[in-house]
């Protein structure tokens, strides 16, 4: 028994494909896969549609049956079976057609009889056969036969996601990884948490002083900012006191300030002590 099961939608008439439908269900439910189709609905309703459209959608693979009648036609001018099966083809769904064999004998209430839907029947099975995934059939016995030999093939040719059981979802090995993923990421969370409070909390600051007086510069090394070095106003000339003037000349402050580092040294500067930090 494989572990991935697939949801397989069945289309085709009722009335007239009852024991081939039952059949096809027997068989799928027999190598352990999901048949759903029209059992499930009420055709002809507009709200049903859009249930049908999500089951079409939500199913993995998608078996068309086709015999010798039409069926009841929507207001958009097709059967509610050529319906399904041109949403199918939209969305791209893996596509198994299998016409019944259009010189079998049937019974009157298995046959088209009006004009109009034999002709839109016969251009729906010429769709139908168009499609590589297509084969015919005599009988429900031999219906049944070839989609238990089909199906598995299409498995293996373009396999879908399936359904798997949620114990089964991911492997022992797999759950084991990932917690210890998870745990080491929690980890190193809480140590990143950690240097960035030791980092944001050592901001280097240091004083330049002119003549062992008052401090004249602050430098701050704030690592927590996109700036890191903060620096304050140059001094003038003009803002160093009168009563220390007499100390100092006017080229002197100038050619300190022409001392102080540029731009490029500060950024050499902060990556360093970014690095060492």
């Known amino acids: 028994m494989e572990e991935k099961k697939y949801q397989i939608f069945i289309s085709s008439t009722y009335t007239d494909l009852i024991a081939e439908r039952n059949k096809i269900i027997e068989t799928l439910l027999g190598i352990y896969h999901l048949p759903v189709g029209m059992e499930m609905f009420s055709a002809g309703n507009d709200e049903q549609w859009e249930i049908i459209k999500d089951t079409i959608a939500t199913s993995d693979y998608y078996i068309l049956i086709i015999g010798h009648r039409y069926g009841s036609v929507t207001t958009d001018g097709i059967s509610y079976t050529e319906k399904e099966y041109n949403y199918a083809l939209e969305l791209g769904k893996p596509i198994l057609s299998f016409v019944k064999n259009r010189e079998t004998a049937t019974k009157p209430e298995e046959r088209e009889t009006d004009s109009k839907k034999i ?9 139908a056969t168009s499609n ?6 005599e ?22 996601i399936g359904w798997v059981r949620g114990d089964q979802a991911l492997s022992p090995k797999i759950s084991e990884e990932l917690a210890e993923l998870s745990k080491k990421n929690r980890e190193l969370t809480e140590e990143l ?24 510069y602050e430098y701050l090394i704030d690592q927590s900012s996109n700036n890191y070095i903060k620096i ?34 500060i950024q050499e500067f902060e990556e360093r002590i970014y690095f060492y930090n």
């Open 119 to 127: 002709k839109k029947l016969n251009q729906f099975v010429t769709k």
């Open 132 to 137: 590589k995934m297509c084969d015919f059939w």
């Open 139 to 160: 009988n429900k016995d031999e219906l049944a036969m070839k989609v238990a030999i089909t199906l598995p093939k299409s498995f293996s040719r373009n396999p879908q």
């Open 193 to 216: 948490i950690l240097l960035r409070e030791k980092v944001s909390n050592r901001f280097p600051k240091f004083n330049i002083t002119i003549n062992g007086e008052n401090d004249c």
């Open 232 to 265: 304050n106003d140059k001094l003038t000339y003009d803002e160093i006191p009168s009563d220390l003037s007499e100390y100092i000349t006017k080229d002197e402050v100038d050619s300190y300030i022409k001392s102080l580092p540029n731009k490029n040294t």
